[in-house]
T-cell receptor
């Protein structure tokens, strides 16, 4: 069965600092991987996705993620965090049916001024 | 833009009431989903539907049922609400068949059962 682990429940970074959110997955075949962001009181919005090709994926809002098959990881990065990035971030691994994905428990990002 | 609209942002219901959560999408997506979101537990799939009148149980279907009479509308039903169903409920939709297709989410309904 597929699963996703986000080891960090809560991360605090200073505005302007770099960010890396960790995601590890378990999946039998080539995974379809997603990062979503959820601002307070909102639904989830897709940041980026990976399904094949270049292992470094660019997304919206200046985010990128790197797929590393050998480590079963898909970590999300941003070189310089803005206060508006404060939100909850979910990593997900997709099944044959998009949306019927398995989500991690989420990482809450706090940005210090 | 794809829009997934949930009929209520906040609901307060009494224990034992029958509760309907409604979701409508405007992009002709085949798939629709209901998730429940609780702190520290991520998103858990309650039910999903891949076509009109078709449904499949997710990971936590107990205490819930669903209805999809029209392609654009997917309803979640709590037959007899209980306090342990107090949660944030998220509806989502997606195209069928494409594994890399993302899910589009509504803004959520925060349900409190008292």
């Amino acid at each position: 069965a597929q699963s996703v682990t986000q080891p960090d429940i809560h991360i605090t970074v200073s505005e302007g600092a770099s960010l890396e959110l960790r995601c590890n997955y378990s999946y039998g075949a080539t995974p379809y991987l997603f990062w979503y962001v959820q601002s307070p009181g909102q639904g989830l919005q897709l940041l980026l996705k990976y399904f094949s090709g270049d292992t470094l994926v660019q997304g919206i809002k200046g985010f990128e993620a790197e797929f590393k098959r050998s480590q079963s990881s898909f970590n999300l990065r941003k070189p310089s965090v803005h206060w508006s990035d404060a939100a909850e971030y979910f990593c997900a691994v997709g099944s044959n049916n998009a949306g019927k994905s398995t989500f991690g428990d989420g990482t809450t990002l706090t940005v210090k001024p | 833009d794809v829009k997934v609209t949930q009929s209520s942002r906040y609901l307060v219901k009494r224990t034992g009431e029958k509760v309907f959560l409604e979701c409508v999408q405007d992009m002709d997506h085949e798939n629709m989903f209901w998730y429940r979101q609780d702190p520290g537990l991520g998103l858990r799939l309650i039910y999903f539907s891949y076509d009109v009148k078709m449904k499949e149980k997710g990971d936590i279907p107990e205490g819930y049922s669903v209805s999809r009479e029209k392609k654009e509308r997917f309803s979640l039903i709590l037959e007899s609400a209980s306090t342990n169903q107090t949660s944030m409920y998220l509806c989502a939709s997606s195209l069928a068949g494409a594994r890399d297709t993302e899910a589009f989410f509504g803004q959520g309904t925060r349900l409190t059962v008292v």
